[in-house]
């Protein structure tokens, strides 16, 4: 079975600070893995996917296969940033369908 | 606003009643998925459909809940008997998939279930 770890349930930072937030995750299969925001007062949206590689809003997530990690980064936090963010990994070959969250972590980042 | 729509927004209800919510996904996105969210979880996935097929049932799916999409575009989620156990968020989302291609999930705002 497919399970999702975010270690942290709450993050504070400083504006202008690096900030990564943890997703630790544990299939046996090739799993596809997100980052998913719901900012205050709106729905769930996605941030990134590790199969595409970008960069959104100053955010990376590097797949450590070794590690079973993906861990999002930001090497200069903005107010802006403070959310709930969570981690999701889709164990369905591509399509998507079937997505398991972490239970997310709160980022505050304080002026 | 063009997103998953969902309806009611909030509901609260007595135990033994039955509840039903709506969703209306993005126009002509082919799969339709309903979650469940409560406090200081993640979203649980529950069921999805692929057009008016309903092609996975989670075990949370008990007897007591059922989803439908009668001609593949809105979808319902009824919830009989409710127990205060049913308390959550019930998430809808939507997307577009065809063959492999990687497609993105969104979501609506979901609806609030309170049984008292």
């Known amino acids: 079975a497919q399970r999702v770890t975010q270690p942290e349930k709450l993050l504070s930072v400083f504006k202008g600070a690096p900030v990564e937030l943890k997703c630790n995750y544990s299939?046996?299969?090739?799993?596809?893995l997100f980052w998913y925001v719901q900012y205050s007062r709106q729905r769930l949206q996605l941030l990134l996917r590790?199969?595409s590689r970008e960069s959104i809003k100053g955010f990376t997530a590097d797949l450590n296969k070794g590690e079973t990690s993906f861990h999002l980064k930001k090497p200069f936090a903005q107010e802006e940033d403070s959310a709930m963010y969570y981690c999701?990994?889709?164990?369905?070959?591509?399509?998507?369908?079937?997505?398991?969250f972490g239970k997310g972590t709160l980022l505050t980042v304080n002026p | 606003d063009t997103g998953v729509s969902q309806n009611p927004r909030h509901k609260i209800t007595k135990r033994g009643q039955n509840v039903t919510f709506r969703c209306d996904p993005i126009?002509?996105?082919?799969?339709l998925y309903w979650y469940r969210q409560t406090l200081g979880q993640g979203p649980e996935f529950l069921t999805y459909?692929?057009?008016?097929?309903?092609?996975?049932k989670s075990r949370l799916l008990s007897d007591r809940f059922s989803a439908e999409r009668p001609k593949g575009s809105f979808s319902t989620l009824e919830i009989q008997r409710t127990e205060q156990g049913d308390s959550a968020m019930y998430l809808c989302?939507?997307?577009?998939?065809?063959?492999?291609?990687?497609?993105?999930?969104?979501f609506g705002e979901g609806s609030w279930l309170t049984v008292v």
């Open positions: 459909f692929q057009n008016e097929a309903q092609l996975e």
């Open positions: 989302a939507s997307s577009f998939a065809i063959g492999g291609f990687r497609n993105t999930i969104y």
């Open positions: 126009s002509e996105h082919n799969r």
């Open positions: 590790h199969i």
């Open positions: 299939y046996s299969g090739s799993p596809e």
């Open positions: 999701a990994l889709s164990s369905s070959g591509g399509s998507n369908y079937k997505l398991t």
